[in-house]
């Protein structure tokens, strides 16, 4: 299998009402590259977040006396913590100037993606689409594409260093199950389910290059089990979760 | 930026002692394919396990209590359960029938890198290489490639599915530090640390199936600042380290 993963240049400055996929469609053409049933387009949070308007006005924010507190302590902007805990519904963890929190969404990550890189403007910040598999799903359709993921960049505990993963999905299950496949001495694989949904926004993160003005990606050769999928599947269920 | 990933075939099964390097580059020469300076070559730990003998044979291993113990909660091989021990040096959760620990050489895992999947024979596994970072240089110098990353399988706190990481590397730093850059409006981007080793380790993995025996990818395409490197640098070392 021979997989090729092409960084989309050429694309403006996204803004509110922006019509996302008509952009990449026409930078896609402008470069050569197709759109079709067996490619997966990996696009950066941060454009989705900025198309839609998921853009705070850091102006309007009246921090509480939590997130001022735990400003000081970190040296970050009180309104910056306000809009990261407003966007939580459970915080991992508060410790050592990392605000490690659970989002709306029930990804588990620092700053709950409230992001101020790349917003014009020094008193915005992007926060994550409402529903990123539903802005998966219509950039899907609307690029005629087999699938979409949304990526976002996270940190993990005990590794240092940030990756891409995948925040919304359309068009592709993300966990592909390899537990019925046998190995090559025809024993069963135990537990090998792969997040390829994840592994594809890694690719992809690697000729995403936020400085560079990169927010997409197109992978083809990848070959997968066409199905709708969410990213949802990419949660570990409380019950399974042993870092709560 | 476009990069290409490929996954080697023909590969046979491989046994202790082989000359691991001369097997790739006999498979990339009969699949066509380059292994230049600009090329990184993704291999399996499982193989080179196989080459350097890093197999073990549980027969030879008498559980202790605690493995023994654990193992009947968990349902699981009390010879496995005490290798897994006995590659370790802390126990971080031993919790529903899951037990991550820190691996000798740091890196924080279930089951320590042991592993049956892929071993002839049904009682042998794999343990991890005991010097990683030594088997990629050596892997490296000897197919004259850019870089050499050892990678395993591992899961993630929070997230379902496995992901690819780095083990081991040569040739390139695992992180890329884009703190000095600015994004395009001028704002220096904040903490910006990409995990580059392991975003290629997921994107090999796209092309790695075990079940079908492919344990060899080779990127090309890639743009890095070549140094010696190590995977100790994806290590979050203890005081940065809240999840321990």
Do not use: Y
């Amino acid at each position: 299998m021979e997989l090729r993963i092409t960084g989309l240049t050429g694309l403006p400055e996204i803004r509110a009402g922006d019509d996302l996929a008509a952009l990449i469609r026409a930078a896609a053409a402008r470069a050569g590259l197709a759109l079709d049933a067996r490619t997966v387009v990996v696009v950066a949070q941060k454009i989705v977040s900025k198309a839609e308007g998921a853009v705070v006005d850091l102006a309007d924010i009246t921090p509480s006396a939590l997130a001022r507190t735990w400003a000081a302590q970190s040296g970050k902007d009180p309104r910056l913590i306000e809009l990261v805990l407003r966007e939580s519904v459970r915080v991992v963890k508060m410790d050592r100037g990392v605000l490690i929190t659970e989002t709306r969404l029930g990804h588990v990550a620092a700053n709950a993606g409230v992001d101020q890189s790349n917003v014009p403007g020094t008193d915005r910040a992007t926060v994550l689409p409402a529903d990123p598999d539903g802005s998966a799903r219509r950039l899907r359709d609307a690029l005629g594409c087999g699938a979409v993921i949304l990526s976002d960049t996270f940190g993990r505990p005990w590794r240092e260093g940030l990756v891409n993963v995948a925040i919304g999905v359309a068009g592709l299950g993300p966990l592909a199950d390899l537990r019925g496949t046998r190995d090559r001495d025809g024993r069963t694989l135990g537990a090998t389910i792969v997040a390829i949904a994840d592994e594809l926004a890694c690719a992809a993160g690697l000729v995403m290059r936020k400085a560079e003005g990169v927010p997409v990606a197109l992978v083809s050769g990848f070959e997968w089990r066409a199905e709708e999928g969410s990213a949802r599947a990419l949660i570990r269920p409380p019950e399974r979760d042993l870092f709560r």
